[in-house]
């Protein structure tokens, strides 16, 4: 029978997997390309319901350039269940992908983190946040609808 010690000893290390990490990019890009599409403001709320009640998710438009656009995505959080989420998402254009650059727990992740470590981050934490990034984008997409243009 193996030890603790000797079990941990056969776990290989978490590799990056870069081609994996820059589809899910490009994916989020064209998620986040065609809600941006339908909206001439730069700021807007997608909204949800359930079971009767509405939930929105803001997404906001921080900055612009000509490679670049940052995204501020805010889910309003109206169920006591639900803990809000926060997250920046950075749009490179020229390459057309899109990556989380910060959520409500960090900024600048990355790539790779060493476990057990002090902040408990998982060793892919940053694709994690790019994983749910899609699921919430791909949610959007196919359960919501355009609650409030938001006008400047």
Not at 39 to 60: K, L, P, R, Y
Not at 78 to 95: A, G, T
Request: charged fraction near 20%.
């Amino acid at each position: 029978m193996a030890t603790i010690g000797q079990l941990s000893h056969r776990r290989k290390p978490y590799q990056v997997n870069l081609v994996r990490q820059h589809v899910l990019c490009e994916m989020n890009y064209v998620r986040l390309m065609k809600l941006i599409a339908g909206n001439a403001s730069d700021e807007w709320m997608i909204g949800f319901s359930f079971h009767g009640q509405t939930c929105s998710v803001h997404f906001q438009i921080t900055s612009r350039s000509r490679y670049t656009t940052v995204i501020d995505i805010t889910q309003d959080n109206r169920f006591n269940w639900l803990p809000c989420q926060k997250m920046q998402v950075r749009l490179y254009h020229d390459v057309r992908m899109a990556e989380v650059i910060s959520s409500q727990r960090q900024r600048d992740f990355k790539p790779r983190y060493n476990y057990p470590n002090a902040l408990m981050y998982h060793p892919d934490e940053k694709e994690q946040l790019n994983l749910f990034l899609a699921d919430w984008l791909e949610h959007c997409l196919n359960n919501g609808y355009l609650f409030e243009t938001i006008e400047q």
